[in-house]
């Protein structure tokens, strides 16, 4: 905030930054050659729905845009207990030999893009793709829309609450250069019982 | 060009800015009749340890306003819906996550203080914690927060310099009568300088609370627009006003001087209630929620 803000005590709500979603899929192919996470097919974007006619007819607008493309995924949604809306775009798994994440990533992009031209961008939380590892490790690559920058998050399966720290370092460190990876790991929110994880 | 939803406000930011000017125009002002009544070699002396008081209250202010309300700090895993709560919220505002502190009382509040946004703390207490509804909470929280985005702590401490520095210069002045110095001149400049240091007291005091109030509305308006949830906010503060009456009174005096930080004031003014309020009126709180509701659910 600048100086004027500070002292007239007005904030404007800060957009979303979506462009950064493109490089997703190339990340992907570097996590199954480098770590042996591949890539669910899925994702899923968390938003705050507002509430309202407004906000209604925006998201049945999407899920019908969503539902028509070819190939279309099977589009889902969800409230979680902070009241916020899992939206999870589900493709067919992906063959391993050939991961293409480029179709997840433009409805991800379009689920983006859509919500932001109806006004709602400040309502964008995150976006979320998982990985799977061969032994049933899993872990979410999480995209900060107001910071523009991916997280790695991943529970330990049946650990109730615990993060798998040593995991999402790897990710990280096998990302960084790739993606525009969050340097601070407090923002690492912790998004349990996420889709797909 | 995406649309926005965020409606500008240019009214409020007048006000704003006259209040702010205002309050300068006086603080320089007593510093000119000082100079004028005073020799020339007191006059900054005073004004330093004024903001020097200023700045220490503001430096320490999470501190000393987290022990003031016996509140302590909780981690994560003590409080895991809290933390999770102001998580997100910080997320979805791009700002540093503030320390989070519970105090243990019944009345219901909450407030936010510290001297910059990556330093700050955010206190709830255990009564607003077993009244409010998750979604109602987090209303609460984003108004807090959206007072340290805001960095109302800074703004309100600037503001009330003058009044600091113009209330001790009155003490000054009672001792000054009070001893041996009996001679015209000096009883004279004192009974001068008593007069506008009071003037300017009053006058500053009443601009303070015109200010506190509209940061009031500014935070309840980010604050919504945060949570996308107005209705939220408005419930939570009706349920809160209507929780402050039941509160014994011996707790309502014990906790006055943290008023300006709280969400809604512990303590009711009996007269010149509008003009000396910190906080605004309930019907003027929901009614711009109304709006905001109006604004957030309009079809294009």
């Given amino acids: 905030m600048g100086f004027w803000d500070v002292v007239t005590g007005r904030s404007k709500p800060k957009q979303a930054r979506l462009d950064a979603l493109f490089a997703v899929p190339d990340a992907g192919i570097t996590l199954q050659t480098g770590l042996g996470l591949t890539a669910t097919g899925d994702g899923s974007v968390c938003y705050r729905a507002a509430a309202g006619p407004g906000f209604a007819s925006t998201e049945a607008e999407l899920l019908d845009l969503l539902g028509r493309s070819e190939g279309a995924p099977r589009v889902t949604t969800s409230q979680d207990g902070f009241g916020f809306t899992w939206l999870v775009v589900d493709h067919d798994p992906v063959d391993p030999a050939q991961p293409d994440l480029s179709g997840l990533c433009t409805d991800l992009h379009a689920v983006n893009t859509t919500l932001e031209a109806q006004g709602y961008g400040p309502g964008l ?7 799977t590892s061969a032994d049933g490790r899993r872990v979410g690559l999480v995209y900060l829309y107001k910071q523009g920058t991916f997280y790695p998050f991943a529970p330990i399966p049946g650990g109730g609450q615990q993060r798998d720290s040593l995991l999402e370092i790897q990710v990280r460190d096998a990302l960084t250069g790739e993606l525009p990876m969050e340097t601070d790991t407090s923002r690492w929110l912790p998004v349990w019982g996420a889709p797909g994880l | 060009m995406a649309r926005t939803r965020f ?17 300068g125009a006086l603080f320089v002002a007593l510093i000119a009749v000082l100079m004028y009544v005073f020799p020339p070699q007191y006059a900054p002396i005073i004004g330093v340890i004024g903001l020097g008081i200023a700045w220490f209250q503001w430096w320490t202010s999470d501190s000393v306003a987290m022990r003031a309300m016996r509140a302590r700090e909780v981690t994560p895993e003590e409080a895991p819906e809290l933390h999770g709560m102001i998580d997100r919220l910080c997320a979805m505002a791009d700002m540093p996550k503030p320390r989070v502190g519970v105090a243990d009382t019944a009345m219901p509040n909450a407030f936010a203080t510290g001297r910059s946004p990556k330093r700050s703390v955010v206190v709830v207490t255990t009564g607003i914690l077993g009244r409010l509804t998750a979604e109602e909470l987090e209303g609460v929280l984003a108004h ?3 007072h340290v985005a805001h960095r109302d702590v800074l703004v309100m401490t600037v503001a009330s310099s003058a009044g600091i520095v113009a209330s001790m210069l009155t003490r000054g002045a009672q001792f000054g009568a009070l001893g041996g110095r009996r001679n015209n001149g000096g009883a004279a400049a004192m009974l001068v300088m008593l007069v506008v240091s009071l003037v300017v007291y009053a006058v500053s005091f009443v601009l303070l609370r015109l200010l506190s109030r509209y940061r009031e509305l500014s935070a309840d308006r980010a604050g919504a627009h945060l949570t996308m949830r107005p209705r939220a906010l408005a419930s939570a503060l009706q349920k809160i006003a209507g929780g402050m009456d039941q509160v014994p009174q011996r707790d309502l005096r014990a906790s006055q001087s943290l008023n300006a930080f709280f969400i809604a004031p512990a303590v009711r003014g009996l007269s010149l209630r509008t003009l000396t309020s910190t906080h605004p009126t309930l019907e003027q709180r929901l009614e711009q929620l109304a709006r905001i509701d109006a604004e957030l659910g309009r079809q294009y």
């Fill in chain 1, 125 to 131: 939380l995150c976006s979320l793709v998982p990985f």
């Fill in chain 2, 7 to 23: 409606i500008g406000d240019s009214g409020l930011t007048v006000r704003m800015t006259t209040v702010m000017f205002l309050l």
């Fill in chain 2, 144 to 146: 807090e927060l959206s």
